[in-house]
């Protein structure tokens, strides 16, 4: 389904036009797919924000690929119009993605081309939920940020782009990636790693060993940064099979090997840019109406350009995940640390701002994409 036939098909859906909405009638979705509400200018405030006191702030946090599973969305068509939102996914995606959350199977719903669709709907699914059940949450949220695909539901959140055609380029993009990784025998691997470890030296050693068995232009570099000495390493599978058989002489207590098909936030992925830069350049991308941090540095979105600027480069840079939380949580001696909720499956973020922050992870809350 092209890009036209998908806006068309969604045109009456009432998604996540932007966070005005929040303010004014406190339903996250109760505003059009698109409109013609011009965006402001570059440094321009839309009218009606208030500083609020660091206590009585919120921060919203997204998860990534790798949070998903069977079940999740169980519960929720009950809030707000997640009913509809999935309703708009299956004429976006072209399958029934309500159906491959509650049921699976879960070989399917771990393909990269299913999981960060389901991840990206079923998180802004919890938005609705913490809508329903705390609004003042959402009223009161002056940042968000989301870990990799969990950063098109941040921007979607924070009025920055439309639901469906988020969606739209959350699809052509993981498909493009799922393209890019066929392409190579790759992956990605979990470390944990002891004070003196040397990431950096033990991805040169890993690409010294690929050239010793002929691979060109071997790739094995630091994908995410989650935590102090928690970093998750990319590339060639001869490489990552090198860092996990020296891993005592790499200072590494741990490694583990992810479920994913792919080396992602690498060189790699190199191909998969261009299409979904392409498709950044046919949606409608406007400025943030609250503080979105990027992965590829961890600073806010200024304008509409940075925005696709960045989601393309992020596919080939690092996450830097733990350089994100120190921008939004950092604060002076004694002042007060927002109320922190993580929206979507898992409770991954939660964990590395536990080991980056724990006065921040004191009014940390989860908000589970199933009802108990």
């Not at 029934?96 to 709907?121: R, W, Y």
């Not at 001869?238 to 098909?261: G, Y």
């Amino acid at each position: 389904m092209n890009l036209s036939v998908t806006l068309k098909c969604c045109s009456r859906a009432r998604l996540f036009r932007n966070k005005a909405a929040v303010y004014h009638c406190r339903r996250l979705s109760d505003v059009p797919v698109s409109s013609g509400e011009s965006p402001p200018s570059p440094g321009q405030e839309k009218p009606g924000r208030t500083r609020r006191a660091p206590g009585k702030a919120a921060v919203l946090l997204f998860p990534g690929q790798g949070s998903q599973f069977v079940g999740m969305g169980k519960g929720l068509l009950k809030y707000g119009n997640v009913k509809e939102m999935f309703a708009v996914a299956e004429k976006v995606l072209g399958y029934d993605l309500l159906s491959l959350c509650l049921n699976g199977p879960e070989k399917d719903l771990m393909k990269t081309v299913h999981c960060q669709p389901a991840v990206f709907v079923c998180s802004l699914a919890a938005v609705e939920r913490l809508n329903h059940e705390n609004p003042a949450a959402i009223e009161s949220c002056v940042s968000a940020a989301g870990f990799s695909v969990g950063e098109f539901a941040a921007l979607v959140f924070s009025g920055a782009m439309n639901f469906a055609e988020a969606l739209f380029a959350v699809k052509e993009r993981a498909e493009a990636m799922q393209k890019a990784s066929d392409l190579v025998s790759s992956g990605m691997l979990s470390v944990i790693g002891r004070p003196q470890a040397n990431y950096r030296s033990a991805c040169v050693q890993a690409r010294e060993h690929c050239l010793s068995l002929g691979i060109q232009e071997p790739v094995c570099a630091i994908a995410n940064y989650l935590f102090p000495d928690g970093r998750v390493i990319a590339g060639h599978k001869e490489a990552l099979d090198f860092l996990q058989n020296h891993s005592r002489e790499l200072n590494f207590m741990r490694t583990r090997l992810l479920p994913v098909s792919g080396a992602f936030h690498t060189a790699l992925m190199q191909p998969a840019v261009e299409p979904l830069r392409d498709i950044l350049r046919k949606i409608e991308v406007r400025r943030p109406e609250i503080s979105v941090h990027s992965n590829v540095d961890g600073k806010r979105y200024m304008h509409d350009k940075h925005v696709r600027n960045q989601l393309a480069k992020q596919l080939v840079s690092p996450v830097k995940w733990e350089q994100t939380l120190h921008e939004i949580y950092e604060r002076a001696q004694g002042q007060e640390f927002p109320h922190t909720y993580e929206v979507g499956p898992g409770r991954q973020l939660g964990s590395t701002l536990q080991k980056c922050n724990m006065k921040a992870f004191k009014n940390y809350t989860h908000v589970d994409v199933v009802l108990p």
